[in-house]
């Protein structure tokens, strides 16, 4: 006779089920993770088209969307619970068993439940069933039972598809992301300060400066245009877009402050007028080389001397001409205060004759400073420049390999690790052959070749090309308007290459 036992046929029974019990729930988890995929895959498709329908840009992070489902859904699963029940039936299922293992589960269970029955012993039928079913559940194979990955072709299909469009968007654009410009550069900051410690702080000092134009609406202008520079900018194409902005208007006002062709016709004829006598000979000489400056001064010294008649006959003459000639235009500070001066020599007056040529020197001193806050807005452009290249600049890469596709990704890819790999042999045996006679001995023929060495040709042959490139690429700066930043590189480029006292034989 079968005696019954507390917790014999329990603890059989339970240990057998809850393999099966455990794959089950494996099984769940995985189930709602791939559904879970499939419903995430569904959504970043649909959200993708739309972002490229309306906003004409590369996927985002909705790719996300298919990893981000399927934790959600395995998560959820992970509380789920799977009973011994759930494995009996699952047994009974698949083995044909006809509810033996549940039958045999639901009398154990009802037995030791049973307080009134815990200690009394099971009937000889429920006995027999229950151990038919341990026998039977002794030889099950839970890996050929319960597969935890059971085989699905559309889940399958749903993954290799996902994984494919992910790789295609690691491969042609990087990391998903929107194709608008890459994030404010780092170092902006830097150089907005550098901007304004700089550029901003030496135009307020060349606005202060009486020179008669009016430089303070600029000013204004670049400290407000500074300032939405280092707060309303948040990508790089603003970043760009500003400084290209800074440029203009100091481009502007360099254009405002260059001596016109009209007024360089004055001054050539004004110089013209002024060579005839020897106090304003220098100051004539001055204004051909247009050093304003130097001038100023020889005008000053001219206004100590006094003019021979013949020589104040003769200035008042070419004064007069140089009146009708420029009439019909608008007269500068120079016109006005040579006018001034042949009035003196006419009247025959000193002290007017002398205010006006200190009037020229004044004007001659105002021009001499246009010229220097022309040539300080050209250096501040070129600092301008060079923030611009600094922000291009500074894009993180470690790749030197040539790229011939767009990608918003470039120079992130590697060059490769050139330590990996076989190392090159340097213990080879080599071939050798050694000559067995001594020098001197027998037959021998001797030549001679003078002429110039091939280095000295070489190197006098590249001079000459330098000079001609150079003269070249000179005549193409002055003649062309480039930007400021093509003629550094220009400039540069010939630096770096021209020909040094080493080259020379």
């Not at 611009?388 to 490769?416: L, V």
Request: with cysteine; net charge negative; proline share 4%.
């Amino acid at each position: 006779m079968l005696i019954y036992r507390e917790g014999h046929f329990l603890n059989s029974i339970t240990a057998l089920l809850g393999k099966i019990r455990m794959r089950l729930w494996w099984r769940e988890v995985l189930k709602s993770a791939t559904t879970g995929m499939m419903v995430g895959l569904v959504a970043a498709t649909i959200l993708s088209l739309m972002r490229w329908v309306i906003f004409r840009s590369v996927p985002g992070m909705e790719w996300t969307l298919p990893l981000l489902a399927a934790a959600v859904a395995a998560i959820w699963a992970t509380g789920r619970k799977v009973t011994l029940q759930d494995a009996a039936k699952w047994i009974d299922h698949h083995y044909g068993m006809k509810d033996r293992a549940l039958t045999a589960l639901t009398f154990v269970q009802t037995a030791e439940n049973d307080s009134a029955a815990s200690d009394a012993n099971l009937n000889v039928a429920e006995q027999l069933q229950v151990r038919d079913a341990i026998m039977h559940c002794r030889k099950i194979r839970p890996a050929e039972c319960l597969p935890v990955i059971s085989p699905s072709p559309f889940r399958e299909s749903l993954l290799v598809l996902y994984l494919l469009i992910a790789a295609g968007l690691v491969y042609w654009g990087g990391s998903p992301r929107s194709a608008k410009a890459s994030a404010y550069p780092a170092a902006s900051g830097d150089q907005v300060a550098l901007l304004r410690s700089t550029v901003l702080e030496e135009f307020k000092q060349l606005a202060s400066e009486d020179t008669g134009t009016d430089l303070e609406p600029v000013a204004e202008k670049l400290e407000t245009l500074l300032g939405e520079l280092e707060t309303e900018v948040n990508d790089q194409a603003d970043w760009f877009a500003k400084l290209s902005e800074i440029e203009e208007t100091l481009q502007e006002a360099e254009e405002s402050l260059q001596i016109s062709a009209e007024d360089e016709a004055v001054t050539e004829a004004l110089a013209d007028a002024l060579s005839d006598t020897s106090a304003t000979e220098p100051a004539a000489e001055a204004f051909r080389e247009q050093d304003y400056e130097k001038a100023a001064d020889a005008l000053e010294n001219a206004a100590e001397q006094s003019l021979q008649p013949a020589e104040k006959k003769s200035l008042a003459e070419k004064l007069k001409a140089l009146e009708q000639e420029f009439a019909q235009q608008q007269s500068n500070s120079l016109q006005q205060a040579s006018e001034e001066l042949r009035e003196g020599l006419e009247q025959q007056d000193p002290g007017k004759t002398e205010s006006a040529m200190k009037k020229m020197a004044s004007a001659s001193r105002q021009q001499a400073a246009k010229q220097q806050q022309a040539a300080a807005m050209a250096a501040q452009m070129e600092q301008v420049a060079a923030a611009k290249n600094q922000g291009n600049g500074n894009r993180p890469g470690d790749s030197t390999d040539k790229s011939d596709r767009s990608s918003t990704m470039w120079g992130r890819g590697t060059a490769g690790d050139p330590d990996k790999g076989p190392e090159t042999a340097m213990q080879s045996e080599r071939r050798k052959e050694e000559l067995t006679v001594s020098v001197g001995e027998g037959a021998s023929v001797t030549e001679k070749v003078r002429g110039t060495a091939d280095q000295e040709l070489a190197t006098r042959e590249y001079a000459e090309q330098f000079q001609r490139f150079q003269q070249q690429a000179e005549a193409v700066l002055e003649r062309e308007d480039l930007p400021v930043g093509h003629r550094r590189t220009i400039q540069d480029y010939f630096r770096r290459i021209r020909p040094t006292t080493e080259d020379s034989p």
